[in-house]
């Protein structure tokens, strides 16, 4: 038992000390522009992480009258309902963001495992993968989207997968492009040779070495997705009220400009900085992986 914890131990240590690492080096080698987009990442994922901490009210509680102005109470007035829109932006953080996470990740593994599997086999795999992603492509994403949600309903499983689905081959046609090069190697062959299956050289041989484009792509593709799910519940198909998001906070309040009120633009603006500075970040991951030099 003592020999377990102590190893559970030196593997956190371990891997915090990694972390540690890792974050030293982002912090070094990054300009500005990257550190401010990673700083305000960081802020808003922390926001939704604790959002039931730092929340000062309940996600349904109404507290107040109906658009009423900022005060110690309410720091950024209320909603529509009378809700505490601090409170509503702390929880849509976490739902939007962490919906949009889950959907990328579920987007990669579905165009990943299709786009290596296409440049790992070839011949008539890779023709019919091909063209069942340039069919998807031809359809509008959003249109694709309205529709099949409409069909099936917006609970937050039915979002997520539909909305990964819709977004893989943009994600398949980047892991095949990469990947093509990588199958033709030397080692790839030689793994080959050895007997090893398919999964395998996927997982151990084309994976690392496409990776560095790959983690650019999933900041690109994030910020696509958390922007095309604020847009659907800006439409009505997103996630749905009570729950707390950002694109149906703007759409529930856009009355309010009428009366000169503001409240629609404090989730609007939520949107807009968490996407800057995911871009800020990606950006700067993008010219790492290209080899271009900083200037002097």
Not at 153 to 161: C, D, K, N, R, W
Not at 179 to 201: F, H, N, Q, T
Request: with cysteine; net charge neutral; aromatic share 10%.
């Amino acid at each position: 038992m003592n020999a377990f914890v102590a190893s559970s131990m030196s593997t956190f240590v371990a891997s915090v000390g990694a972390s540690a690492s890792a974050f030293g080096w982002f912090w070094r080698s990054s300009p500005v522009s990257a550190k401010i987009g990673a700083a305000i990442v960081f802020l808003w994922l922390f926001a939704g992480i604790f959002a039931g901490v730092l929340a000062p009210y309940d996600e349904t509680e109404i507290v107040g009258a109906v658009w009423q102005e900022w005060s110690s109470a309410t720091p950024l007035g209320t909603d529509q309902l009378g809700r505490d829109l601090l409170t509503r932006i702390l929880y849509g953080a976490r739902n939007t963001i962490f919906i949009a996470l889950l959907t990328t990740i579920l987007s990669f593994f579905i165009g990943i495992t299709c786009g290596f599997m296409a440049a790992a086999l070839g011949g008539w795999t890779d023709q019919l993968l091909s063209r069942i992603v340039d069919i998807l492509l031809s359809i509008p994403i959003l249109i694709f989207s309205l529709m099949l949600l409409s069909v099936l309903g917006t609970s937050v499983p039915v979002l997520i997968v539909v909305l990964a689905m819709l977004d893989s081959p943009r994600v398949f046609r980047l892991a095949r492009s990469v990947s093509m090069d990588i199958v033709v190697m030397d080692y790839v062959e030689v793994a080959r040779l050895r007997g090893e299956k398919l999964w395998w050289i996927m997982r151990r041989e084309i994976l690392p070495n496409a990776v560095a484009p790959l983690i650019a792509e999933f900041g690109l593709r994030f910020c696509f997705i958390f922007l095309l799910i604020s847009a659907l519940s800006f439409l009505g198909l997103g996630l749905q009220p009570p729950t707390a998001d950002w694109g149906s906070m703007v759409r529930e309040n856009a009355g309010a400009i009428s009366f000169g009120i503001l409240t629609p633009l404090i989730p609007a603006l939520a949107i807009a900085s968490l996407t800057i500075g995911v871009n800020l970040v990606v950006d700067w991951m993008l010219h790492k992986t290209s080899g271009l030099r900083d200037e002097v």
